[in-house]
């Protein structure tokens, strides 16, 4: 089975500004992947590029197995988009926007019907069907454009920026619909500036910046590549520690420890370099009474690899 999503090489410039200068992507199926990057990095403008919203400059790209250019409807006909600025109308009822997206993807009335009251019990939408959506709070607005999205059943589902403004428990009940969606062997393709949304959704996330992708991985992989991680070991006593140092041969005492029975070991969090210093501490006749693995977190990736701090913490 083809991947979700295959690009090489997309290009976007408006004038003189390079919006997209080259980007190359793979989505495998019944994955969700994360693009993250900075204000104006060019996240937007790659979502409207393989939904078929604007034209690439260059570069080819295949999308649900269809070519980007030569079989556009393909495309569209296999896609659902979830913009940053929702599409509901708020002066229908919940029930009715979704009757009326079923009446735009051509399904018989009974089918529409069928398919609305389905979503709307899926999103716990049900006792507010009958209200307009104007009514609705800002979580319940963002599962309906959700909703919307999915009456066409697409394959593949593009959420540009889909939580931005939801409070905590309102996103990760996004959250939660999301993991539910891939489950059932849809893709997500997602752009957010919320790391925590990318570490907690993403099987795997690449970074844009200026255009340009400038690291792909795995969440754990991508902050690996960032220094500062370490694993802390606690002991007892100052002759345990001491011998654990001597025995390492590196690392120091934790100043964060008032007790100073800590010692950090600069450590890449892998499971290789956590082998080998269990295996010193064991030939050394030395067990710690507590040992955690501390590596850093997504924000200090992308201020390390962008230069600028997100809205993550924020």
């Known amino acids: ?72 409807d393909d495309v569209r006909g296999a896609i659902g988009v979830t913009g ?66 999915l009456v066409g059943d697409p394959e593949l589902i593009f959420l540009d920026e889909p939580t931005t403004g939801l409070d905590p428990r309102s996103r990760r009940s996004l959250w939660r619909i999301v993991r539910d969606l891939v489950a059932g062997g849809v893709t997500i393709f997602l752009t957010t500036q919320y790391l925590e949304e990318a570490d907690e959704l993403a099987d795997r996330i690449a970074v844009l910046d200026q255009g340009r992708l400038i690291a792909e991985g795995t969440a754990e992989e991508l902050k690996r590549r960032v220094p500062g991680g370490h694993v802390a070991l606690r002991f007892t006593g100052d002759d345990a520690l001491n011998r654990a140092l001597g025995a390492l041969g590196r690392g120091f005492v934790d100043p964060a420890d008032d007790d100073r029975l800590t010692l950090r070991i600069p450590s890449d969090g892998g499971v290789a370099s956590l082998r080998e210093l269990l295996a010193l501490l064991d030939a050394a006749g030395i067990e710690p009474a507590d040992l955690s693995v501390h590596t850093p977190n997504l924000d200090d990736v992308f201020l390390t690899l962008t230069g600028q701090h997100t809205e993550a913490t924020r």
């Open 84 to 149: 940053q600025y929702s599409a509901v109308d708020k002066l229908l009822t919940g029930e009715e926007n979704l009757r009326l997206m079923a009446d735009l993807n051509h399904l018989p009335r009974r089918e529409g019907r069928r398919r609305a009251a389905e979503l709307l019990d899926r999103f716990d939408l049900a006792e507010a069907a009958r209200r307009p959506a104007s009514t609705y709070s800002g979580g319940m607005r963002r599962r309906l454009d959700l909703a919307m999205t």
């Open 1 to 72: 089975m083809s991947d979700a999503i295959t690009a090489r090489g997309l290009r976007k410039s408006y004038g003189d500004k390079v919006v997209l200068d080259g980007i190359d992507l793979t989505v495998p199926r019944g994955t969700v992947f994360s693009l993250l990057g900075p204000n104006g990095a060019g996240k937007t403008t790659a979502v409207q590029i393989l939904s078929t919203l604007i034209r690439a400059d260059g570069g080819e790209a295949t999308v649900a197995g269809f070519d980007l250019t030569r079989q556009a």
